[in-house]
Each structure stands twice: as structure tokens, then as C-alpha cells.
């Protein structure tokens, strides 16, 4: 049996989604920006793609949607524009606040932005992974721009106080950016229920194809013009447009937003179902209260057994499993996250996540009960740390 666990990581594509983009490949190949028939023919599917963007996020229609190559480029080109335009001209207001738990394109890009001249505060998790609204306030000065946040954090699944966060930000007159990657499909993302300026996306997290993103830009909080060179986007991002993409992401994401109550019933069950079998092996942390997270995801923490070694037992077995973040996979590093958490530092070398989808059924978890528990009992006989522990203790 095949068992994909690494949802967070990336989804499979909905064979719906697939259908949809097909004739996009094949008859319908033309320039959207063309003014023949070949053109012509594509731009009502396009703007249908978008629409279906906009009414699945709830965007009003006079906010924008820029779509982008990917979250990664969303990410850089938020805090990079928001730099062009808001801090070179006004130097005094040089201040953002984030979380340390951030996605690498977040934290990187800051890390970057801090060498010309911008002042970044890393607000920590609390013992249980979560973000405090009351520790983003505090971080806040008078010299405060923008408040970056995500929506909810890729490795242990916590949701982050956005509506409060978005609110004071409102309130405050502070620009507020949200990296929603790992919230639409699984969460209610509303925009107009939930102060957010900007928001991050990415097709390949809720089963649309990969190399296909966007960033949703509410009215009057318009950017620089993110590539030059042509009329696309508006001008905002020149360069022809992937109608297949987008077409794809379009109907992915009505999709996914359509499946919230399904992944808040059935996914949850089965990710619960796969808790409470792993809680039951002795010496197990499971990251974060599971209401707390989204319905899909699990950051457990065995101790004695390496993330990696775990990895590669499951793999064997055919399930694919991760030890964090997939953008630090080839370094075998402390999982960040665990790290931030950091109660006890062995933990971060222990974590391992399991990401379920609404394609994730109910022998696949049975399955992946069985095989993990032999897993961690084979890994505890043969680990020296487990054992020295258990004398000890
Ligand atoms: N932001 C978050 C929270 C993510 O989980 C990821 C991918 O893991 C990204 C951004 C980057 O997404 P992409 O692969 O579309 O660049």
C-alpha cells in the first residue's frame, strides 16, 4: 500500500482540476492578451477562474488579485513592494513584526530586507505552538509598517490569531499581511469578515498544480508593479499568463473551499483517529491542542527515535511522512518550529509530521496505525538514547 501523508508539503491534483486545465494544453492555447479569435476565445475563462478566486475568498470586487508563480513569490513580492513603496519613502516608519514560526519565504526575505535598513521583530510561540495576539500587539511601535502573520503555521497546524491581529492592525493604521498557504481548504478564509490588506496563496497546498500562486491586494493598498514589461495583471506582473494554471487554481480553490465542512468532519475524524492511536504509545508529544489546528495536520515528537529514522521505516512501508517544513528537507536540521517551541531540545530532533487531504481514507490511516507503532517499537529496541533514558527514569 501507498499512504501520502506530506500534505502540507504539496497535494495530489483533484482529477477535476485536471480535466478542466486539459483543453487549455491543446485547443484553447491562445494569448489571452491577443486580440484574434485564439485570444478571445480564452479570456472568458479566465475571468471566470478569477471570479471563482474572488467568491471563494470573498473578496470584494474592487480589491485585486495578482496571481503569481508561486506562495514564495507572493511572499517576496509583499514585503520587497512594501518596502519600495512605504519605507524607502519614509525611512521614520522602518518596523515590521512577524512570528519566528514564518514560512522561509517570510523569515528569508526579512532576514534580507533587515541588511537595508528594516527593523524586524520575530514574536515566539507560547509551550504549545500557538501565536499570542496580545504578544504581536506588544511588539508593535510607533515605527510599525506592517504586521506579517500567517494564517496558520505549516508544521503543527496551529491557527494564528488572524482576526484579532487584523482588527488592531486596522485599528492602528498598520499594514497587515497574511501567508494563508496552510489556511484556504481547511478553515474558513473570509476576507470580508477578516481584516487582511494581503493575502498569500499557493494552488499546489489545496490540489490545484504546482507553480501557480497569487496575492490577494485589498483596495487602495496597491504595490509597486512586481516585473515590468507588459500590460498583464494590470501591469502589476507582466509576463503571459498560464491560462491552464490559472484556470486550474481557479476551480482548485472552489474546490477546496467547497470541502472545508468535509476536511472539519471526515479529515478531522481521520487525523484524530491516527492521534489518538500515536498518543497512546508511551513517550509521545503531540504538538498544539487538536482544536486549535487545522483538521489535516499532526507534529508529533517521539522521544529516543530520530524524525529521519522514523522517515525512513514509514517510507519502507510506502508512507510518505516529513519532518517539517519541505523547503529545509535535505538538511537534517532541528525542526524550527520544535525549536521555537523549546521546552526540551531533543524534541526538535524527534518531530515528524503527518499531514492528511480529503483524498486521505480510512485504510490508509489503519494502515499507517499499524506500520507506525511496529515502527516505534523496533526503533526504541535498537536506540541507545531510549534505553540509557529509561534506566535512568
Ligand atoms: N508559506 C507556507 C506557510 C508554506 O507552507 C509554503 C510551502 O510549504 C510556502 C509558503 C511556499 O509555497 P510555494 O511552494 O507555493 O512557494
Same mark, same amino acid.
Given at each position: 500500500m501507498r499512504v501520502y501523508l506530506d500534505n502540507n508539503a504539496t497535494t495530489k491534483i483533484d482529477p477535476i482540476v485536471k480535466v478542466k486545465m486539459q483543453p487549455f494544453f491543446e485547443e484553447l492555447y491562445g494569448n489571452p492578451n491577443s486580440l484574434h479569435k485564439y485570444g478571445m476565445e480564452v479570456r472568458p475563462h479566465l475571468n471566470e477562474a478569477l471570479g471563482s478566486m474572488y467568491d471563494s475568498l470573498h473578496a470584494a470586487d474592487e480589491d485585486d488579485i495578482i496571481i503569481t508563480s508561486c506562495a514564495t513569490e507572493s511572499n517576496n513580492a509583499v514585503l520587497k513592494g512594501i518596502f519600495f513603496k512605504y519605507i524607502l519613502s519614509n525611512p521614520e516608519k522602518n518596523h515590521i513584526v512577524t512570528t519566528s514560526v514564518e514560512h522561509p519565504s517570510v523569515i528569508d526575505t526579512l532576514m534580507f530586507l533587515s541588511g537595508h535598513g528594516v527593523d524586524v521583530t520575530y514574536v515566539d510561540v507560547d509551550h504549545e505552538g500557538g501565536i499570542s495576539a496580545n504578544a504581536m500587539k506588544a511588539a508593535v /511601535? %510607533?515605527? /510599525?509598517v506592517l504586521i506579517s502573520m500567517m494564517w496558520a503555521n505549516n508544521e503543527t497546524g496551529m491557527i494564528f490569531p488572524v482576526d484579532e491581529v487584523g482588527a488592531f492592525a486596522k485599528e492602528k493604521g498598520i499594514l497587515f499581511h497574511s501567508d494563508a498557504v496552510q489556511a484556504i481548504g481547511k478553515v474558513p478564509v473570509n476576507l470580508s469578515k477578516t481584516d487582511v490588506d494581503y493575502l498569500t496563496f499557493s494552488a499546489h497546498k489545496f490540489h490545484g498544480p504546482k507553480g501557480i500562486g497569487g496575492l490577494y491586494v485589498k483596495k487602495g493598498k496597491a504595490l509597486p508593479n512586481l516585473f515590468h514589461g507588459g500590460e498583464q495583471m494590470g501591469g502589476k506582473r507582466a509576463g503571459t499568463l498560464n491560462v491552464a494554471y490559472i484556470v486550474g487554481m481557479g476551480l482548485a480553490m472552489k474546490q477546496a473551499v467547497g470541502h472545508v465542512e468535509k476536511m472539519n468532519s471526515d479529515v478531522r475524524r481521520l487525523r484524530d483517529k491516527l492521534e489518538d492511536a500515536i498518543a497512546k504509545i508511551p513517550d509521545t508529544i503531540v504538538v498544539g491542542p487538536r482544536e486549535k489546528r487545522t483538521p489535516n495536520t499532526l507534529l508529533v515528537s517521539l522521544r529516543g527515535i530520530e524524525g529521519e529514522s522514523m522517515l525512513w521505516d514509514l517510507n519502507k512501508a510506502g508512507i510518505a511522512a516529513s519532518t517539517g517544513s519541505a523547503c529545509a528537507s535535505e538538511s537534517l536540521e532541528a525542526n524550527p518550529v520544535m525549536s521555537a517551541i523549546? +521546552? %526540551?531540545? +531533543?524534541l526538535a530532533h524527534t518531530a515528524m509530521r503527518l499531514s492528511l487531504s480529503r483524498f486521505t481514507t480510512e485504510a490508509e490511516i489503519e494502515y499507517t496505525i499499524e506500520v507506525f507503532t511496529k515502527a516505534v517499537e523496533r526503533l526504541r529496541s535498537i536506540s541507545s538514547t531510549y534505553a540509557y533514558t529509561n534506566e535512568v527514569a
Open positions: /511601535t %510607533d515605527k /510599525t523549546g +521546552e %526540551d531540545p +531533543e
